[in-house]
Each structure stands twice: as structure tokens, then as C-alpha cells.
């Protein structure tokens, strides 16, 4: 049979905790960054699909009341964005489109993330859409 080998305890610190303890760093430093922008983005999706499922009952309207009404939930909406969230994107474009059955909102912004001590910039750019169905539902069958 082959030798017998004795292995020794592992060193304190070796390359395998070396780099587990960089990647705690780095997501750590990514949650304090990174993480605030993106949970803004999931607050521009809620208030997109919100405005969306708004055109229902402005679709139904007669011009030009229709148009003012659909205006107003753009409006509403990009107020809203601004209010709840921290996007100060002066170029903010909040869209809708309304086809046939369906209500798409969409909003198009950049956020800006300043890193501590180097004070370099890093700038997102997000495009956030939402449908909704705007079908018109027949009770009477």
C-alpha cells in the first residue's frame, strides 16, 4: 500500500478566506451603494403599472376629455416618481401607449452614484415599462 501523509492544521488565513472575505466586502459595498438605486426602480415600476391600469377608465372617455385625462395620468405619474423616489434626472421621459387591449407606461431616467473616497462617478441608466390590460369588460354576459 502507498505512504501514509499526516496533514497539519490549515493556516488561520489562506486564499479561500481571503477571497471570501473580499466578496463579503464588495456585496456589502454594493448594498450600500448600488442596492437604494435599484429599489427605486422597483418603486417606478409600481407606480408605472399603477398610471397604467389608470387608462382603463380614461379609454372609455370622449375627446378631448380623453386626451386631458390621459395628460394628467402622464403627469401624475412623473410627479409621482419624483416625490417617492430619488430620481432628480432633469431628462426624466415618462411615456404611455395605448393600443388596442393594452396600456404600456414606460420611464427613462439616469441615476448618478458617487463612490466614497476616490470620488469617482458611476451613472445608471434605467428604462422601466409596465403593461396593463384595458380591455373592456363586458358584464352583461
Do not use: C
Amino acid at each position: 500500500m502507498g505512504q501514509q501523509v499526516e496533514y497539519g492544521q490549515p493556516r488561520r488565513f489562506n486564499s479561500v478566506t481571503v477571497t471570501l472575505i473580499l466578496l463579503a466586502l464588495g456585496a456589502g459595498y454594493w448594498m450600500w451603494r448600488f442596492f437604494p438605486v435599484y429599489f427605486d426602480g422597483w418603486t417606478v415600476d409600481h407606480i408605472l403599472k399603477e398610471s397604467a391600469s389608470e387608462v382603463y377608465r380614461a379609454n372609455r372617455l370622449s375627446e378631448p376629455e380623453r386626451t386631458e385625462t390621459l395628460t394628467a395620468i402622464v403627469q401624475k405619474s412623473k410627479k409621482k416618481i419624483r416625490e417617492q423616489t430619488a430620481v432628480i434626472d432633469p431628462e426624466l421621459v415618462v411615456n404611455l401607449e395605448v393600443l388596442e387591449n393594452d396600456a404600456a407606461m414606460s420611464a427613462e431616467y439616469s441615476m448618478v452614484v458617487t463612490h466614497p473616497v476616490t470620488s469617482k462617478t458611476t451613472t445608471l441608466h434605467f428604462f422601466r415599462k409596465e403593461h396593463a390590460d384595458i380591455k373592456r369588460v363586458d358584464w352583461d354576459k
